[in-house]
């Protein structure tokens, strides 16, 4: 049976709610909810399919949380595993760096051999520059809750929907 | 993010694992420690912390090599010194100021660390201007074929300032091994960077620059910062051009002990960054994959606190400097002239114009030392040799490596004279430091920093230069031509200026400037630069000692003190009162200002008890004002008249030439005010 995992920091405010989110659309029991800053090699790699909370800190940088994994996943072979990653930004405070960190994370998952699914499109956002973006599309959700909030519910519904396939 | 994964928690050995928490734990510890000082009365009264910027300190210190490299730290480069070799009692030494502290004796402010023995410099406060010293030093490691890089380190803020850019765009016209370090804290005192720069990453301002590779790194992970690093000076030595390393920090404290952080950031912003401590982070990577038993790290941290204990007993049984050390090492010796002790001569050879005395003497001193450069603004182009032609045929002579254009840019000329310098006690350095004296405004910052030096670093570090500049009016020149600004800079401790009148006296100065260390300002009257009346015969080797004023008539009715310009006008003035009967003058002509020759002054004072001072300088604040006060002060009972003054208007030097003459000082002016004199 396929395992599916939402991880995400639980000290966390906004992210936490994305994720409250994202699992209440999913509606199944069996999704389960990891808090990021306790994860531990064999929880990550017990899972298939692993939803992953993303912010952007400082200039374009992973939280603490996720950077001190990184050497933990660089050496993980995480073939036939499928990420969709969502992030959190601020397209107008923080325009340079917007989703950044969706697209170093995104990077170290596909270097390990997986598969990355839920890119989305970055029609109705206005940023100058994403470490996220390719073929003009974010490699993930993008939730600008300082400025685009109203549309949180509605971005994630469709993420949920595009997800069910592409986990499929 | 560093690609070159040279180093990392998994694959770094124990060892070295080690020395980096040791290193990182002593200069925490000394950094919470250091406001305890101020506390306490003992000293340490500025302080800025390095927490938060902890990995890319530790990593320019590792990658720092004190054979071949330099090092230009800024004043918040603690953990970057120490992890360069400065042992912990070395940074509370310069803590606390003491005699024994190895940047320089307790003279500088505290938080400058510094071991020039060791190339790593002792810069000033003036945040960031030791860019243009790492791009001097780098040039003359380029010209000197020498391995190595020169790294500059500052906080991203004071990259707003100009001269870095002027560093930065002349590291990539000359393709020189620098490393720009910007610590990126995301604040300047209390500004926030976005009012300093529109790009959030100031180094990404640089990305139009040729020849400049530009780095970005997360400078509170250890790893990023030293793969970073790493990667960054190998780049340097492979294609041997720039480059900027952007480290992203955080600001953990306040700016210094000065500052109070919590007036302008929340509890929010305070708590986040604490979660970001570099060291704290460090650790649990330590643990979280098993390099390091919580036992291990406790041993580590029980030696730290010994090492940090023990320097400061250490520090605080060192000696104090001494109130009357204050004179030494202001500026160095100079070259004393065996063969002409009084800067006198009686060559009958042909006489020269004073450009010819300049310019044949630039060119025999550059024969005689190898070590010799000079540069400015179009100094050199094909047969074009400075904007009066004096280093004309210098390139053509002595080559492109030694004798160059620089930008327009003053500061640069200044600064980079003063980094080149550091490289090698034995270089002599001459510069244009502005096509003209007017133009020297920019450099000022430089200039001034190079009069501290010597002294700064309790006399480790001379700048070898002389800085000529072609001054004065009387050519039509306006007001931005006709300048002469030896009334703003002689009253700088650690300078010499000189001012010639005379083709002989013009050459033996220039000489004697050439040769000494320490810094000389060579102040040319351009005005007089192809007059038949400053003609002179010149001895091949004529040297003049700094110091050493000159009668150029002898009298016994009045005195006339002046330099520059208005010297063969005084002459003119003494001729025609002799020829005609009037009265007897002595003109003396100062030539140094600074040392200035009191004795030939009270020589003359006392011999005809009136003294008129002459200069071309505003009388308002001119140097005139300090020879007077000084012959007060010292030959008071000797006068039999007040000393007189003749010199500029207090007005601006007007371009048309009614305008001019209004203003400079003339021979009627000065011969109405020395037949006053006589008849007072």
Known sequence: MTKTAIIYSYNTKKTSKIATLIQEGFNDPAIEMINAEEITEDTFLSFDHIIMGVATWFDGELPNFWDEFVPALEEMDLTGKKFALFGLGDQKGYPENFLDGVGIMGEILEEQGAALVGFTS?????????????????MGLAIDYENQGSMNKQRVAAWIDQLRKEFA | MSTNKKYSIKHTDKETLAKWLKLMLVGRAIDNRAPNYLKQAIGWSYHAPFAGHDGIQLAIGQIFDREHDHLFPYYRDMLTTHSAGLTAEELILNG???????????????????????????????TGNHTLHAVGLARAMKKYKVPGVAIS??????????????AINGASTEKLPVIFVFQDNGYGISVPKADQTANRKVANNFSGFKNLEIFHCNGKDVFDSMNTMTAAKAYVAEHEHPVI??????????HSNSDRHDLYRDDYELNYVNEYDPLAKFRRLLLRYERFTGAELEAIE?????????????????????PESIHDFVIPEPYVSDKYPEGLHNHEGEPKKLIEGLNETLKAEFRHNPDTFIWGQDVAHKEKGGIFNVTKGMQQEFGKERVFNGPIAEDFIMGTANGMSRFNDKLRIVVEGAEFADYFWPAMEQFVETSHEYWRTKGQFSPNITVRLASGGYIGGGLYHSQTIEGSLTPLPGIRVVYPSYADDAAGLLRTSIRSRGLTLFLEPKALYNSSKVLSPIPDDFEVPFGKARLRREGADLSIIT????????????????????????????????????EAIMATVKKTGKVLVVHEDKVFGGFGGEVAAMINDMTFEY???????VGSTFTPVGFNRILEAA???DLTRIENAATALLNY
């Open chain 2, 663 to 665: 203003v400079l000082p």
């Open chain 2, 96 to 126: 606390i100021s003491r005699d024994t502290d190895v940047a320089g004796g307790g003279r500088h402010m505290s938080n400058h660390f510094a071991k020039p023995e060791w190339n790593i410099h002792n810069v000033s406060s003036c």
């Open chain 2, 245 to 254: 390393v952007h480290a992203n920090c955080v600001r953990i404290h306040s």
């Open chain 2, 639 to 645: 006068l039999d008249a007040p000393v007189k003054r």
């Open chain 1, 122 to 138: 970055t029609e109705g956002y206005e940023f100058e520059s994403s470490r996220a973006l390719r073929n003009e599309q974010f």
């Open chain 2, 302 to 322: 029980a030696e730290a606190k010994e090492v940090v204990k023990a320097a400061h007993k250490f520090g605080m049984n060192a000696p104090q400097p001494t």
């Open chain 2, 153 to 166: 380190s500052q906080g991203e803020s004071s990259v707003s300032e100009g001269y870095v850019y002027e």
């Open chain 2, 563 to 598: 330099y520059g310009n208005t010297t063969p006008m005084c002459v003119d003035l003494a001729d025609k009162f002799a020829e005609n009967g009037i009265a007897s003058v002595e003109v003396l002509d100062l030539r140094s200002l600074s040392p200035l020759d009191t």
